[in-house]
């Protein structure tokens, strides 16, 4: 076995440890010996270990007790241990740092030895930390919380920590659901809704929170913008992912400019020191079909240089007729080392996602007497020629350095195109006749680009001394530049075609003809965002936490459209230059697990949306307001929280129904002085040993300056909940799980010939899950969705609806 000499320096550094496999110490031997009032092995000392890497964690627990702890390097590897304050016995203090880590241990006197849990169906953590801060790292600790979350502030904060409402949906959590998309995804996340219109990928499938549209997306941390199509960012597949950061509210500080609605953070998974891969293969109801291959591995002996790659392969069918999806993933990352406390990352990203058959709305709502259709759901709207293609291709790379001092400095720079080519045929247009079905018609037409975004963030963040006192700050600047030249074709209405379906009731979506549509023009766009930001925290006591910020931001698009017929070029530069957003939070501990919080911030937003005369509407502008509480129990893995939110706003874009821009894009109306008021509660995380569960419930209502209800198409009361239970003494281990979503009534007025209110009634959708564990390597897992098979409408104002009863199953393999 490998020696260390064990002196103080380096027992300070966290990396301490020897080569894989090895055992290492985590007590200062040779510090001294311990005194004798702490040689009894019940006596609760006093202790004070901050939050950290496990093995820091363990080496501290060493030094402040009489136990000498052994372990295997490896096995403390990518886990982040909580803080342990108080009067303790030794040994329930080391029961509480490796609590949700898998890790059992063995006592002969003051002797501990740590040895991996007989249960080996969780892939082992990957991420290594090489300083004190908590990682928010999931895989692997089979927890449904998360043990921090920065997306809110970039000050590396506890859930408890971090004044606004943050929902992480967990690595753990998406392999039990089978969540393997992102709309899968936000179905379950607490607080926001899909309004789906159309098929998974369309313009007509939106994402809200708190009555806005979501349209803040992060890659680790790092914004992606481009304001003339932001729903291509919501074709992601869930295996690239470590887990998804979601904070409701208004998050300016962090993205500049953005709706107050919520910021989706999705987090890279990252390798490991030590070798691991993971293999699944699943079939599933409509000839669905996914593979899934994971490999990490150290490229050195000692793991300074590590790489990982995760591939995808899926092919499926619908339950919507002529509906045809098939995607491919491709993600690798490599981490080296350069120094004990500098690391660089270097990766790509590869997603495509083509289907056929692909609509972006059901079919007609109501017959020409004005009274409502009644399809299947299987009867689709799409013609047999349309479809969605998107590629998405991003090359990314990194630096940090931490210095002794706790500070940290990071550079992360990011290439990504994506490019989307749809053309769009579906039969929504007009109203059949309930007899002969004549009367419905095609709406037609396509859009394609290729946006490319180029993304610099660097920041700096560490404590400082003030007063006494140790305090937190962050500050940052961020560039982007997203560029796009492509052609533009014409929507919706052709010479020499007609749109009409002769019976709606026999179509098979092959006539009409796709209509001729060459491009008949070209777009540039140029669209930049420059900002610096910076948050503090400070401590004047213990219990208290003042969290202020601010960032300034400059914006420019400039947008020249050529217009092939007439020769004519439209140019179109808009700007809001050195627009400051604030930022204030409070955060009061009232006990060891309760805290109080209230937080501030404002709205500044600039909108792609058109009036009915195609001026682009006027920034929207507002104030967030939200007050609320959070708890935290069984050290941390158990996350509760409360929010009451109150949100102003000016300029809001409201849809006006049926109506076009001259573009062919629907029209909006600003409307001000609207006010939406709500709150939210949930809890994440453990109940029990082995009992994982997500419970949420929010309100939301808009209202606009009169108190008349608006955006009533977004359900104004959700609850939500999934649980699982893990039984480790069937076979090498069982879980089983369900959950229920649920929403309440939505509607929409003037729809169909008669001008009448579309309503679906509040439903409740439940689902199912089994994992068994054949042996340590090899699982099998079955999901069963909308059990009871509900059938609703997924949207107002058109025929589509959600996804009937549907089953996956599979087989998990873990080397």
Known sequence: MDTIDMTRRQARSPRLGLSAGALAVSVALACAAAPPWAQAQDAAVQLSIPAQSLGSALLQLGQQTSLQIFYAQSSVEGYMAPPIVGHLAPEEALRRLLRGTGLDYTRQGNNITLSRSSSLTELAPVTVSGSGLRDGTTEGTGSYTSGSASTATKLNLSLRETPQSVSVITRQRMDDQGLTQLSDVVVQTPGLTLDSGGNAGSDSSTIYSRGFEVDNYQIDGVAQSYSNYSKIFQTNDMALYDRVEVVRGATGLMNGVGSPGATINLVRKRPGRDFQASVKAEAGSWNHYRGEADISTPFTEDGSVRGRLVAVWQDNDSYIDRLEERKKIL????????????????????????????????????????????????????????????RNQSVFASLEHRFENDWLVKGTYSHATNKYDEVLGYAAGGYPDRVTGAGANLWAGRWAGKPVQDSLDVYASGPFTLFGRKHDLVFGATATRTKEDTPTYNLWWFDDWSSAIPNIFTWDGRYPAAPYNPANGRMRIDEKITSAYTTMRFRPTDALSLIVGGRITSWTSDKDTLSYDTGATTVLNRSENDKITPYAGIVYDFTDNWSGYASYTNI?????????????????????????????????????????????????????PGVFAPDGSGAFEAVSGTQTRGFEIEASGELATNWQASVSFGRAITQDRNKATINTSIPQNTFKVFTTYRMPNVGHGLTVGAGLRWQSQIYSDDQGPAGVRFTQDSYAVVDLMAHYAISKQVSAYVNVYNAFDKSYYASTGTAYYGAPRSIKAGLDIRF
Request: glycine share 8%; proline share 4%.
């Open 604 to 656: 500044f937003k600039p909108q792609n949306s058109m009036d009915v005369d195609g001026n682009y509407l006027d920034p929207l502008l507002g104030n967030s307001y939200e007050v609320g509480a959070k708890g935290s129990f069984f050290d941390d893995a158990l996350n509760v929280s409360a929010a009451v939110y109150r949100v102003q706003q000016d300029n809001l874009a409201v849809a006006i």
């Open 331 to 390: 993600y690798g990352i490599v981490e080296a080392d350069l120094g004990p406390d500098t690391l660089a990352t270097l990766g790509f990203t590869f997603q495509e996602h083509d289907a056929s058959g692909h609509a972006r709305s059901g079919r007609p709502a109501y017959y020409s007497d004005g009274t409502p259709t009644h399809w299947d759901r299987s009867d689709s709207a799409a013609a047999e020629w349309a479809y969605s293609k998107r």
